[in-house]
């Protein structure tokens, strides 16, 4: 008979944060970031240790990405305004404190407009004419500070550039704070081993056993969410009225990975978007094979007189 022993560790976190509800509720399409990690594998009555932990890593620099294009009638003309422009901002960001702008090119292409065909008694056609040219750029601006943001913005708005595109997060050591995930994931890990020995009563030293690992990595551009906070108020019935609906503006916020799935959280306080960074750990003990002895075959004659004789077959 094979004993089955079948556990799956999940660690209760020992502190939880709580949130007023607030506007995100008139929208109940919201949905959650999620969190899993694909390091599963099958288990046959095996014994499996679960540790699932998450780092919330703070930003050393920010790099802000602005738009900016410029239409002209010629190709020189097109370069030279925008050059202007360029230079007159990059100047005025560089007086900022350790502020860096790079400058990246997206695209160049010319501009139509339709032309009416000439034509005596025929049907009107149209033609399109290169009427001048268009070219984009991107600043790439890294900077330290996530208060520089503003004055940023600021400065951009000033020579008419407003498409703020994206702001990345970066981290300079990441490895090192995996690392610390890890560490923390080994030590639960060994504690839980020692535990399970003395729960059933076997040594687990000796059986085989399977490691899998992974890392899921959250960048705050990923985790913001929309939604409309309003109510509408209905009209009286038999009323034949035109309803000019207001438009309704859209709020962007920041929703983080929520702590209650993690077994440990490194930095739980989160006021500002940061770097989340999730590890899970599985260690799979295989259960050992009980051999089992197939019982010998025994082979019996009975004799005219009725008397029943073992017979030996081995030889």
């Not at 049907?123 to 004419?129: A, R």
Request: charged share 30%.
């Amino acid at each position: 008979m094979r004993v089955h022993y079948t556990l799956f560790l999940s660690l209760i976190v020992n502190y939880a944060i709580c949130q007023v509800s607030g506007n995100v509720n008139y929208n109940s399409r919201v949905q959650l970031q999620e969190s899993h990690i694909n390091v599963n594998f099958n288990s046959n009555g095996d014994l499996i240790i679960s540790v699932k932990g998450l780092n919330n890593v703070q930003a050393d620099y920010y790099v802000a990405m602005f738009n900016i294009n410029q239409k002209g009638r010629t190709i020189d003309q097109t370069h030279q305004l925008l050059e202007a422009r360029i230079k007159q901002v990059s100047t005025a960001i560089e007086k900022m404190k350790q502020v860096e702008v790079i400058v990246d090119m997206i695209s160049f292409t010319p501009q139509y407009e339709y032309e009416k065909e000439k034509k005596i008694f025929s049907k009107k056609s149209y033609n399109e004419i290169p009427v001048g040219f268009e070219l984009q750029k991107n600043l790439h601006v890294k900077y330290e500070d996530p208060s520089q943001l503003t004055e940023l913005v600021r400065i951009c708005s000033e020579d008419e550039i407003y498409d703020l595109i994206r702001v990345d997060y970066i981290s300079k050591n990441i490895e090192e704070e995996k690392k610390k995930l890890m560490d923390q994931a080994d030590r639960i890990v060994k504690e839980k081993l020692n535990r399970y020995e003395e729960l059933l009563s076997i040594k687990l030293d000796s059986l085989e056993k399977e490691l899998v690992e992974g890392f899921r990595i959250i960048y705050p551009v990923e985790s913001y969410k929309s939604y409309q906070a309003y109510s509408s108020s209905s009209l009286n019935e038999g009323e034949s009225s035109r309803v000019n609906q207001s438009q309704k503006r859209n709020t962007l916020y920041y929703q983080p990975i929520i702590n209650k799935e993690f077994d440990y959280v490194i930095n739980p306080l989160v006021v500002e978007p940061v770097i989340q960074v999730i590890y899970e750990l599985r260690v799979k003990i295989k259960q050992p094979e009980i051999k089992q002895t197939k019982p010998e075959k025994e082979y019996m004659i009975i004799m005219p007189n009725g008397e029943v004789k073992k017979v030996d077959i081995k030889n």
